[in-house]
């Protein structure tokens, strides 16, 4: 397996732009997390997916913020219109619960530049 | 308030010796997990904890749950240059399906 997969990896943009980021799970995991990663407030969870179905999104910062899960096998988090203190690496985790644990893979991250 | 603190938030060891990092919870611990990160990249699982005096080894590293104290502590032994990098603890505090993470340990290796 590829693992999981995001897109794009660097992301530079001018402030009210809109941003799409882009994540496809390991085949087979049934939750799907969004993470944001910066210095000051280390790593934070944005919303997260269990079968397609958002469960919590508290994380999400503001409405400027929206994600989606169309299917099982792709995700994508929207920033519109995006600011500078968005500015921050993006993480894509997926997961499949078992009584052993729910160990979440991470996606190599999106590193987001907002001008 | 940071749920899970870190310590320390930063460590320079001598190759070859042995470090231990530390992670504090202010609530109950449900699962205890442990990440490594090298600068610019994604997050790599290292071992979960679930239950009180739980102790796992992988390699050169050993992570430890003290479930009354809401503390687990990771131990490298004769580190190595390929141990460095960011070590973050995550936990499940509310039993459901989400990770607290702490801002994580950087950990550099001098040679």
């Known amino acids: 397996d590829a693992g999981v997969i995001q897109s794009p990896r660097h992301e530079v943009t001018e402030m009210g732009q809109e941003v799409t980021l882009r994540c496809k799970p390991i085949?087979?995991?049934?939750?799907l997390f969004w993470y944001r990663q910066t210095m000051m407030r280390g790593l934070e969870l944005l919303i997260y997916?269990?079968?397609?179905?958002?469960?919590?999104d508290s994380g999400m910062p503001e409405d400027r913020f929206s994600a989606k899960m169309p299917n099982a096998s792709f995700s994508t988090l929207k920033i519109q219109p995006s600011e500078p203190r968005d500015s921050a690496v993006y993480f894509c985790?997926?997961?499949?619960?078992?009584?052993?644990?729910?160990?979440?893979?991470f996606g190599p991250g999106t590193r987001l530049t907002v001008l | 308030s940071q749920e899970l603190e870190q310590s320390p938030q930063s460590l320079i060891v001598q190759e070859g010796k042995n470090l231990t990092i530390n992670c504090t919870s202010s609530?109950?611990?449900?699962?205890l997990y442990w990440y490594k990160q090298k600068y610019g990249e994604g997050l790599i699982f290292l071992m979960m904890?679930?239950?009180?005096?739980e102790e796992k080894s992988h390699e050169k590293i050993t992570a430890k749950l003290d479930e009354k104290k809401q503390q687990s502590s990771l131990h490298i032994t004769a580190s190595q240059p390929s141990h460095a990098g960011i070590y973050l603890c995550?936990?499940?505090?509310?039993?459901?399906?989400?990770?607290?993470f702490g801002k994580g340990t950087r950990l550099h290796i001098l040679p």
């Open positions: 609530k109950t611990l449900y699962g």
């Open positions: 997916f269990n079968n397609n179905v958002p469960i919590d």
């Open positions: 085949s087979g995991h049934d939750y």
């Open positions: 904890l679930q239950k009180g005096g």
């Open positions: 995550g936990a499940d505090m509310n039993r459901d399906d989400k990770i607290i």
């Open positions: 985790a997926s997961s499949f619960w078992d009584r052993g644990g729910d160990e979440q893979f």
